[in-house]
Nanobody
C-alpha cells in the first residue's frame, strides 16, 4: 500500500519560513515524478513545485520562484519543500503527489496517482 505522509505545516508570520516533508512508503516500483500542490479555501488545486527524483530536475510555479526550494532526502525516501519569505497568499493546505509515469505538464493535478492527506500552512500578516 503506497502512502505519502506530509508534515511540517503550521502557522507563521509573513516573512517566516517552514519546511514541509513528504515521506513515501510502500512503493513496488519507483515513482520518480513528485510534486507539491496547494489548495486555498474556495480555490482550485495549484501546482507549487516539481521534482524528478531520478534526474534531480525541478520546476516551480511563478509565485514561489526564488522563495521555495524542493529537494529530496534519498536515504529516507522523503521529498522536502523549504518555504522562505512566506506571504499571506501562501496560506493553503499543501499536498504531496507522486506518479511513476512521465509527465508533460507537471502542474496538472490529474497527472498524479498518489496523494498525501495534506498539511496546513497559515501565514499571517
Amino acid at each position: 500500500q503506497v502512502q505519502l505522509v506530509e508534515s511540517g505545516g503550521g502557522s507563521v508570520q509573513a516573512g517566516g519560513s517552514l519546511r514541509l516533508s513528504c515521506a513515501a512508503s510502500g512503493y513496488t516500483y519507483s515513482h520518480p515524478y513528485m510534486a507539491w500542490f496547494r489548495q486555498a479555501p474556495g480555490k482550485g488545486r495549484e501546482g507549487v513545485a516539481f521534482m524528478n527524483t531520478d534526474s534531480g530536475t525541478t520546476y516551480y510555479a511563478d509565485p514561489v520562484k526564488g522563495r521555495f526550494t524542493v529537494s529530496q532526502d534519498n536515504g529516507k525516501n522523503i521529498l522536502l519543500l523549504q518555504m522562505n519569505s512566506l506571504k499571506p497568499e501562501d496560506t493553503a493546505m499543501y499536498y504531496c503527489a507522486a506518479t511513476r509515469y512521465y509527465i508533460i505538464n507537471w502542474s496538472d493535478a490529474t497527472n498524479y496517482y498518489y496523494w498525501g492527506q495534506g498539511t496546513q500552512v497559515t501565514v499571517s500578516s
